[in-house]
């Protein structure tokens, strides 16, 4: 009796986590933002509408359970030296959002990954590389400070400019009127241990995220 026993408590391990590469396939984004000004915080994109299914699964096949979370993003005066044009600064509710899904795991758990994206700024392209060179500059120092791996990935993936503030994180980019900021995590099979896990989840999915994001606006 104890070979059937011993069968029955048997369990296949999960298959080997896939990785792909970016494939964008959606709209373009293409704001309109006023010269020396900020886009209007109604014509703002839902960031949860901008990342398909089909192009997360470009990046990660065996993606399931999608839901979508948004995140309020509030929006103060872009331009110190000039005041706001009315209707540019405040809260928009969907400035960002969570997307979370689950992949392949030996521990059941439905959603046990993320990706999240979130739109920082959109405004006169100007005023955007200005601001992102202050991030980039402020990033820089305080990885110094920290001991952080920061690094400058200049256009490699696709935007006008992209830095990871440290190598366990994702990226900060830019390119024409937009500024937006990639992160998430997983604790799937496959992704590695902590804390190697989240280099490996900013290399393989969140650099690809940002390629998506930055082919589709013009």
């Known amino acids: 009796m104890t070979a059937p026993l011993a069968l029955a408590g048997c369990s296949s391990p999960p298959p080997a986590l896939e990785f792909g590469t970016a494939e964008p396939s959606g709209p373009r984004l293409a704001a309109q933002p006023a010269a020396n000004g900020s886009l209007p915080v109604a014509q703002w994109p839902n960031a949860c509408e901008v990342l398909s299914d089909t192009e997360i699964h470009a990046i990660l096949p065996q993606?399931?359970?999608?839901?979508?979370?948004?995140?309020?993003?509030t929006i103060m005066n872009f331009n110190p030296l000039t005041e706001s044009a009315?209707?540019?600064?405040?809260?928009?509710?969907?400035?960002?959002?969570?997307?979370?899904?689950g992949l392949p795991s030996e521990y059941e758990s439905k959603r046990n990954s993320s990706i999240k994206l979130t739109f920082t700024a959109i405004a006169d392209p100007a005023l955007v590389r200005e601001s992102y060179g202050e991030d980039m500059k402020d990033a820089r120092e305080q990885a110094t400070r920290l001991k952080k791996e920061f690094r400058d990935l200049g256009a490699a993936l696709g935007a006008e400019g992209c830095f990871l503030p440290d190598l366990s994180e994702g990226p900060t980019c830019?390119?024409?009127?937009?500024?937006?900021?990639?992160?998430g995590m997983s604790t799937a099979d496959g992704v590695g241990e902590y804390p190697e896990s989240k280099k490996s989840w900013s290399d393989?999915?969140?650099?690809h995220v940002a390629r998506t994001v930055s082919a589709r606006i013009p």
């Open 204 to 207: 393989k999915v969140l650099t």
């Open 63 to 73: 993606a399931t359970d999608f839901e979508r979370e948004p995140l309020k993003v």
């Open 174 to 183: 830019f390119r024409g009127p937009y500024k937006f900021e990639v992160d």
């Open 86 to 101: 009315p209707g540019t600064t405040g809260d928009v509710a969907a400035g960002g959002c969570s997307y979370k899904f």
